[in-house]
C-alpha cells in the first residue's frame, strides 16, 4: 500500500465543488487513488472523499492544509486531512468475552488492521494473558455497579495518556456515560449483536430467540447519549432457525460479530465514514 | 413430482414416539421420501413431519387417517395428514401494488407454486386486467375508511365461496379485523416489507432510511391479531447504502419481498410450517 | 427521476482528469448529481462516470458533445453521452423457458426497467400470448439445427427493423454467430445458469448437482465468440444442499437468474458499465 | 452441552428402516435429541443421523454396538457409532500463512471447537510462537522440492504417534501424496481458496481477479487423490467489484476461508457428513 493523503469533506451543495477540489489537487501534481462523491438530495448536502498518493504531492500534510483552506472557507466546508502512514491510535475496551478483541489485536498483529493498538482496558482480568502475548498493555479497570463513574474516569485517563485517537467497545457490555460520548462525539464504536433497531439493549440474542426471527445480525455503530441509536456504519445477518438455541445463535452470531465490527472499523480508520446527522455515508470502494 | 400424503404432528415430547410413528407408516407400507423432526427443549415439545409416497400406501388418505387416530391420541398429538394432489386453495387479497401479485400468478401459471389460486380480491381495481389474463376470478371490493366493515365482510363471503383453505395478503395494505384473524387462525400469511420486528406499521422504507440501516429486509408471517407480530415463517435482506433514496429502497425491496413471500407461502402449502406459539418450526429440507 | 446526461468516459490515467472533466461541466452549470472513478492500476487506465441534470445545463446533448469533443481528444478518451430520456431500445431473444422473459417485460410494464422493449423474438411460439398481453410485438423465428444462418440473419433483420440499440438474450439457449457477436460487441447480454467460470456449456443444474456444490449460482455477461467467456456484468448464488434434486436446483436458479439478469441489464442500460478488456468497470452507487 | 451418542447409517433404501432404528433406540430407553434422514433417490441410498442423549441410554458405547450390530447387517448398513465425550484427534497442518490456523486454535481454546487438537506440523518455523501460547505441540518439518517423500512421510509419523482421527490442512500449500490421501480416505479436510470448481489450482485469487468474478469464494472439501476435487462439505462467497485489487481479494477472502473451513469441520466432528461418492450428505439441523 503506498502512502496516501485522505481528504475527506461534507458541505452544502453547490455548482462547481469537484472541479475546485480537484483542480486545486491537479495543481499540487496529486494523483487522485480513489474519488468519491455523494450529494444528500433531501437537504443539499455534499460528501466527498479523496486518496491522493503522498510522494506525487510537491507539498506536506501541513502545507497542504494551509493552501486548502481558503477554498475550504468558501465552500464552508467541514473537513479532514489525514495520512496513511499515520495511522489511528486506539483504545480498546473489553469485558470477558474475548472474540471481538481477540479478532482485532489477530489482524492488527497480521498488519491487516491500519491502526495502531495503544492500550486494551478491561472492566475483568480474564483476557490479560492474550493481550499480553502480542504485547499491548492492559489495563484491568473494575466497573463495580454502585461507583461506575470513577472507573469510567480512570478508564479515560488511561486512554488519554496514550493519546488515543478512538475508543473501540469490543463487547465491553457498559454503557458509557455521556460525558464520554460527547467528548469523544463520532470517535467512539460498538458493536451490538443485533440487527438494530431491533432487539434494542441487553440479550439481544435471547430476544432473538424468542420472536423467532429466521436471520440475526450484528450491527457496528459510532457510540451517542441515546443506548444503541448512534448512526450505524455496518451491518451483517446470518441464517438461523427453529433448531438453534440460544447457545447456537451466540455461536453463530460471534462469526458475524467480528466480521462487522473489524469491517466498519476500518471504514473509519481509512477515513471511509462521514457521520451526517444521524446516519453515515460510508464511501467502500 | 410424485404424489405424498403429509402428515404433521405435535405433541408432548417422549421416548418412542419416531418409533411408533415410523413403526406405523412400515406396516402400511409407506415409503417415507422426506423425514424430519425436531425438539424443543425449553417446553419439552416435540415436531415431526413426513413425507409417504402415496402409491406406496395400500390404504386412502382417509382410511390412514383413521387408523392412525388411536396412537395419536396415546400421545396427545395435534396432527394433520394431507395429500399433495389437493392442492389448497388460495384467495389472494391484493391492492395497487401489483408485484407479488404478480409474482404468484406467474409462479401458479408455471406450475411452479403447488396451490390453486381460487380468486383475487382487491381493493382497487387497477390489477384487473392483469388477474383476468390469467383466467382467475377478479373481484373489485373498496374498502372505504368510512366503513371498512362491510368491506371485510363482503371480502370474507366471497373468499369462502370458493371454500379457500387460506388468503394470502399480496401487500393488501389493509389491517385485518380480528374476528377474521381468528377464523383463519394459521391461514392468513402476510409480506411486511421490513425485517421485523424492526419498522412495524406504516412505511418501513421510510423508517429504514430514516435509521440509515445498511440492510433492508422482507417478513413472511401469518397474521395476528397485534399487528405485524405473529409467527415469521420467513426473512430475507439486502443490502443498500446512503446513496439509495427511498424510491430505491422500494424498488429494491421489491424483489425481496416477492422471493420472501413465495417462499414462505410455499413452505406452508407443502405444509412445512408448524406454529409453536409466536413462533414457528419450519421444515424446509 | 430527473432527466440526466450521462458522461462516461475511458482513457489513459493522468493527473487532472477529473479536474479538467468537473472543470468542463462546472463552466456549462451542469449539477452533478453522481460521480464514480475508477484507476486500474495494471495498465494505467481510468475510467469515470457523472451523471448530469439535464436541466442543469445551459445546452442540449447535441452541443455538449461539440463543445466537450476537443477536450476529450486531449486525453485520447473513449467517452459516451447518453440521455436518460432516450432510454435504449431492447430486442428480446427467448425460447421456451419464460421467467427470464416475462420478468424483464413485467418490470418494463411497470416502468421499473429504463428501456424500451422493441421486440421480442423467439425459436418457438410458447410465449407469445403472454408478450402480446405486454402489446409488444412477437416473432417466432425457429432455428433448425440443420440450417442456423438463415435464421439468426432473420432474426438479425427484424431486429434491426427496430433500430435496437442492444440484443438481451433472456434464456435464448442458442449459441449467436460471430458476426452477430462482432456486430453487437458490447451490446449483447446473457444470462447464464451457472456461477461462471464453473459449469460452462450446456446443463449447468446439472453439472452442479453432480459435483456437489453447496451454492448454485448465475451470471449476466456480455456476449463474446467464446462460450460464455465474455465479461461478466454482474452474479449472484443461492444455498443448495444434498436433498435438493437437480428440478429444485432449475426452481432455485430461476429467482437468482431473473434477478442477476434484471440487475446487470439495468447497469448497463443506465450506462454504469464499462467494459476493459474481459472485464467490466460497473460503477454501482 | 448434554453429551451424546451419534448413529450415521448409510444403506440401501428399503421400507421401515426408520422404524427399526427408531424402535432398536427406544427400546434402549434412548431419547433422540435430533434425527435426521436423506433419501437418494438416482440411487436408491439412504442416510440417517441420530443423536441420542447418553445419559438416556442403559447401555454404554460398546454394548450398544453389540447389539445394534445384527440389525445393521440385515440392512447392510455403512454405520458409525461416536460419542460426543469423546471429541476427535486433529493434527493440523500449516504454512506460513496464519489466518485459518490461527482461528481454529482460537475456537478451540474457548471451548467452541468440539475437538482435541493434537499438534500442529508446518513446513514453516513461522508460526511456532503462535502455537505455543495454546500450548499446542508444534512440529517443523520442511517439505523441500527436492524430496518431499521423507517430509510427509515424517509428517504422518508425527500425526501418527498423536493417533489423531483426521488431519485439517488450515492453507498448508502442500499437494499431499496419494498414500496418504488414501490412508486418511475421509479424514484430511482441506480450505481451497476459491469457489469450486472454478480456479483449481494455485493463486486462485489471482485467477479470479483475471477472470473479472462478482463474488469470490471458499470451499471446505476432503482430499482425494485428484486435485480440490474431493467431495465438498462447505461453500461461501463474498461480494467484489472491479475496485479490488488482488490484495483486497486475499484480505476479504481471508474471512470466509476462515469461517468455510470451521463450518465445514465443525459439520465433520459432529459427524454430520456422509460422504457418498464424490459428494456429501451434510446434515447441518
Chains 1, 2, 3, 4 share one sequence.
Not at 94 to 122: G, M, Q, T
Not at 132 to 158: G, R
Not at 185 to 212: D, E, M
Request: include cysteine.
Amino acid at each position: 500500500m503506498s502512502r496516501v493523503f485522505r481528504l475527506t469533506i461534507s458541505c452544502p451543495d453547490r455548482i462547481g465543488i469537484i472541479a475546485k477540489v480537484a483542480g486545486f489537487i491537479a495543481e499540487l501534481g496529486g494523483t487522485i487513488v480513489e474519488a468519491n462523491h455523494h450529494s444528500e438530495i433531501d437537504d443539499e448536502w455534499f460528501f466527498m472523499r479523496h486518496e491522493i498518493l503522498a510522494e506525487s504531492l510537491n507539498n506536506d500534510l501541513a502545507s497542504f492544509k494551509t493552501k486548502f483552506a481558503p477554498l475550504a472557507e468558501t465552500f464552508n466546508m467541514d473537513w479532514q486531512l489525514n495520512d496513511s502512514g499515520k495511522p489511528k491510535k486506539i483504545a480498546l475496551f473489553a469485558s470477558k468475552e474475548s472474540h471481538c478483541l481477540a479478532d482485532l489485536l489477530y489482524r492488527w498483529h497480521e498488519k491487516d488492521l491500519p491502526a495502531e493498538i495503544s492500550c486494551v482496558i478491561a472492566n475483568h482480568d480474564d483476557l490479560r494473558s492474550m493481550v499480553e502475548w502480542y504485547k499491548v498493555p492492559f489495563y484491568h479497570v473494575p466497573v463495580p455497579s454502585e461507583d461506575k463513574t470513577n472507573a469510567f474516569t480512570k478508564s479515560e485517563e488511561i486512554a488519554a495518556s496514550y493519546n488515543v485517537d478512538m475508543v473501540v467497545l469490543a463487547r465491553y457490555m457498559q454503557i458509557l456515560p455521556p460525558n464520554i460520548c460527547r467528548e469523544y462525539a463520532g470517535r467512539v464504536i460498538n458493536i451490538h449483536h443485533s440487527f438494530l433497531p431491533s432487539f434494542v439493549g441487553a440479550k439481544p440474542y435471547h430476544q432473538a430467540h424468542t420472536r423467532g426471527v429466521k436471520l440475526i445480525g450484528a450491527t457496528c455503530h459510532y457510540v451517542t447519549e441515546e443506548l444503541d441509536a448512534g448512526p450505524i456504519i455496518e451491518q451483517e445477518v446470518i441464517r438461523v432457525n427453529h433448531a438453534k438455541s440460544i447457545e447456537d445463535l451466540k455461536r453463530l452470531g460471534r462469526d458475524i460479530e467480528k466480521i462487522t465490527l473489524s469491517r466498519g472499523l476500518r471504514f473509519h480508520l481509512e477515513d471511509r465514514v462521514l457521520i451526517h446527522g444521524n446516519k453515515t455515508v460510508v464511501f467502500d470502494n
